[in-house]
């Protein structure tokens, strides 16, 4: 992800986001979830502790991951009809290379996943580290992935 792209990208992910996960969400986690991918937040989220990765077929955007210090999964989604087709496993698999070689060695990668989507996390081989929780009306499930450390 690019400057520039912050509104495609917005775009794209209110759409899966409406689709899959808003409908388990109450009205304030919906406004609260829309403030943080608005392409301004995005735009300072790219220039602070974030990098983003997209997908694409042709000129359209079919997925986007999004990671946070290296570390954390802030936004993760891809389009229904690319789903279960390696799109997410492929761009997830390129975050990690980044997250692992830049000097910065992460013991895990972190993720706060919609109820509706732990399933794909684990498939991932994300596990569960607590309970599901609701915090500013955002339902979610905290999951970690181990890294094997480096001697």
Known sequence: MKP???????????GVFHQFVAPGFSQQGIDEFMKFIDPAALENQLKENYFGL???SGAKLIGVIEIRDHSHIALFFVEARFQRRGIGKALFRKALEICTGEGVRPSQITVN???NSQFAYETLGFHPTDVEQCANGIRFVPMAFPLNPVF
């Open 113 to 115: 996943a919609s109820p």
């Open 4 to 14: 520039g792209d912050e509104s495609k990208v917005s775009a794209f992910i209110s």
């Open 54 to 56: 997209i997908a694409a």
